[in-house]
Structures are given as C-alpha cells and as structure tokens.
C-alpha cells in the first residue's frame, strides 16, 4: 500500500476568487485581479489586457489574449496554477499573453 508523503509545496494553487476589475494608473489595460490558495497561502495574480487588444476585432487576436478576454483573464490564471511561484501580472496584448516569473 503507498502512502502520500505529499507537502503543501507539491500541491497547485487553486483558484478561490475573481476580486474584480483592475485598471492600473497611467495605463491603457485593464484587466482583472485574481486570488489563488493553496493550503494556507495566498497570492494575487492579474491578468491585464492592452488597450489596443480591448479595442481590436477578437477574430483578430491570438487565441490566448481573445480567450483571456471572454472569461476575465481564467484562461491564462489557469496555466500557472501548477508553477510554485505562480506570477503576480500576466499581460495579454496583440501579440499573444505573457508574463515574467515570479522569482525573475
């Protein structure tokens, strides 16, 4: 019989809430805050879209930014909840979506 030994850092994040809009100062984006758990911890992701995404035709974009854009920015919170270090702002514009790692 196996038995888990797993930890906390083993387990992926989860998604616990949409906080709302973002609209940062000074910028054309705007987007959506996110927070995700696991275990005890907390951390905020934002998933922000360019000014010029928000007004280009959708059929347009690139898949990833017009998929961020129909579900507030899910799409692209989900294909980092399996990094330890998820990151804090994930940009999505006319070129695909991006983001800098959390440790670099």
Do not use: F
Not at 32 to 37: D, H
Request: hydrophobic share 35%; aromatic share 4%.
């Amino acid at each position: 019989m196996m038995v888990c030994t797993c930890s906390l850092e083993l387990m992926g994040w989860e998604i616990s809430a949409n906080l709302g809009r973002h609209v940062p100062a000074g910028s054309d984006a705007r987007g959506w805050r996110w927070e995700i758990t696991r275990g005890a911890e907390v951390a905020h992701v934002v998933v922000e879209i360019s000014g010029k995404a928000w007004s280009a035709d959708p059929l347009r974009l690139p898949d990833d930014t017009r998929h961020a854009l129909e579900t507030d920015g899910r799409t692209e919170l989900v294909k980092v909840l399996d990094q330890d270090e998820p990151p804090r702002v994930i940009r999505c514009g006319s070129s695909g979506c991006s983001y800098l790692s959390a440790g670099g």
